[in-house]
């Protein structure tokens, strides 16, 4: 059974950066698309940003495009995201999933395709 432990949350002013870690165990992790999810108090679960499995495509929301950028660590089982510019309005829970589909060619945002969820790392931004 695949387990997901997200990290590197915390708070920080706006402006700021951060760098969240996703480690994964229990799955053959280079045969699955990854994603960034995250989900502010009152609000939907949304995707933040995914990258394909071979490490050949990336996606993000608009909102984060030029200040977020996603990669991934095949021999380490490691997926990050690297959060600058921060700004309050990314105050949320992030969390980390797997595509339920291997070898998927282009990632998606849909948290409909996502299984092996994290616990979930908090980011808040102070104005």
């Known amino acids: 059974q695949s387990q997901a432990v997200e990290s590197g949350g915390g708070l920080v002013e706006a402006g700021g950066s951060l760098r969240l870690s996703c480690s994964y165990s229990?799955?053959?992790?280079?045969?699955?698309?990854m994603g960034w999810f995250r989900q502010a108090p009152g609000q939907q679960r949304e995707g933040v940003s995914c990258i394909s499995w071979n490490d050949n495509s990336t996606a993000y929301i608009d909102s984060v495009k030029g200040r977020f950028t996603i990669s991934r660590d095949n021999p380490k089982n490691t997926l990050y995201l690297q959060m600058t510019n921060l700004k309050p309005e990314d105050t949320a829970m992030y969390y980390c999933?797997?595509?339920?589909?291997?070898?998927?060619?282009?990632?998606?945002?849909?948290?409909?395709?996502?299984?092996?969820w994290g616990q979930g790392t908090r980011v808040t931004v102070r104005s």
């Open positions: 999933a797997t595509d339920g589909s291997p070898w998927r060619v282009d990632c998606t945002l849909r948290p409909s395709d996502y299984i092996a």
């Open positions: 229990g799955l053959t992790f280079d045969d699955y698309s």
